[in-house]
T-cell receptor
Framework: GENVEQHPSTLSVQEGDSAVIKCTYS??????FPWYKQELGKRPQLIID?????GEKKDQRIAVTLNKTAKHFSLHITETQPEDSAVYFC???????????FGTGTRLQVFP | DVKVTQSSRYLVKRTGEKVFLECVQD?????MFWYRQDPGLGLRLIYF???????EKGDIPEGYSVSREKKERFSLILESASTNQTSMYLC?????????FGQGTRLTVV
């Protein structure tokens, strides 16, 4: 089955700096890669996603890149703010299944 | 707004008890999932269901079962709770691959 690895497990940055979180997946049939943000005490919520027919997607300060050949995808947050502090999860799923396999999470701390 | 509601926010149960965790969604989604969340291990899939009375094992089904008698309700059952099942349990329903999570149930087995 699918396996998703996520690095780093913790990441501390100064406000205004950029943050990058990386994931790798094992199943070449995976074609959907979402990112979820979980603030302390709250439920995970989708912040951005990318499908396998696209190499990059941006939404304001966040972007996701996908390298299908290497089975890598990454989340990029620019101009980080304290409210970006949370746990971020990457995930992968295959077409028509909706079955999401998650990475182990990255705790991002943004210091003012 | 999609609502996924879990019946309890916190539960404390004794070893050997049968435990029911309930999840209800109000958006007529067909797909529902149960995950457990542990520090350093992320979200691990326990069971999922694509339709009423249908269930499939996820990556860590041992010690758990599920029930889906109605489309909107998906129950996770711990047949005989053990201390290693102490965890945060998250239910989710999906539409067009986007998952909507419940608020989570923090279960402590003593």
């Amino acid at each position: 089955g699918e396996n998703v690895e996520q690095h780093p497990s913790t990441l501390s940055v100064q406000e205004g700096d950029s943050a990058v979180i990386k994931c790798t997946y094992s199943d070449s049939a995976s074609n959907y890669f979402p990112w979820y943000k979980q603030e302390l005490g709250k439920r995970p919520q989708l912040i951005i996603d990318i499908r396998s027919n696209v190499g990059e997607k941006k939404d304001q300060r966040i972007a996701v890149t996908l390298n299908k050949t290497a089975k890598h995808f990454s989340l990029h947050i620019t101009e980080t703010q304290p409210e970006d502090s949370a746990v971020y999860f990457c995930a992968a799923s295959t077409r028509n299944t909706d079955k999401l396999i998650f990475g182990t999470g990255t705790r991002l701390q943004v210091f003012p | 707004d999609v609502k996924v509601t879990q019946s309890s926010r916190y539960l404390v149960k004794r070893t050997g008890e049968k435990v029911f965790l309930e999840c209800v969604q109000d958006m007529d989604h067909e797909n529902m999932f149960w995950y457990r969340q542990d520090p350093g291990l992320g979200l691990r899939l326990i069971y999922f269901s694509y339709d009423v009375k249908m269930k499939e094992k996820g990556d860590i089904p041992e010690g758990y079962s599920v029930s889906r008698e109605k489309k909107e309700r998906f129950s996770l059952i711990l047949e005989s709770a053990s201390t290693n099942q102490t965890s945060m349990y998250l239910c989710a329903s999906t539409i067009n691959t986007e998952a909507f999570f419940g608020q989570g149930t923090r279960l402590t087995v003593v």
